[in-house]
């Protein structure tokens, strides 16, 4: 079992930068694939980032690709998202979540265990 809970949403405008942090509990952290998602207003959940168990391996969507960096202390059971370059279309409510298959990481059904969710607001 594990719990996630994010942290670190707000409002910023655009080309500015916010991080997003996500804390687990669970002694088996270490052994999730961990993915960030995010939903706009009328839209399905969609893949931002993902990272391996171990850390070595990121995964990003082709929308945030060189503006997102996805990051993991396992020591600490965090996993962060560092956005930068923010733009309006980025606007969503992001969810941490925790994939114990460690497969198909892009996709929502392959993930066990999610956060509430952070609102994340890019003014233009």
């Known amino acids: 079992q594990v719990q996630l809970v994010e942290s670190g949403g707000g409002l910023v405008q655009a080309g500015g930068s916010l991080r997003l942090s996500c804390a687990a509990s669970?002694?088996?952290?270490?052994?999730?694939?961990m993915g960030w998602f995010r939903q706009a207003p009328g839209k399905e959940r969609e893949f931002v980032a993902a990272?391996?168990?171990?850390?070595?391996?990121?995964y990003y969507a082709d929308s945030v690709k060189g503006r997102f960096t996805i990051s993991r202390d396992n020591a600490k059971n965090t996993v962060s998202l560092q956005m930068n370059s923010l733009k309006p279309e980025d606007t969503a409510v992001y969810y941490c979540?925790?994939?114990?298959?460690?497969?198909?990481?892009?996709?929502?059904?392959?993930?066990?265990?999610w956060g509430q969710g952070t609102q994340v607001t890019v003014s233009s």
């Open positions: 669970g002694r088996t952290f270490s052994s999730y694939c």
């Open positions: 979540a925790a994939n114990g298959a460690q497969k198909r990481l892009w996709a929502v059904l392959e993930y066990d265990y």
């Open positions: 990272i391996s168990w171990s850390g070595d391996t990121t």
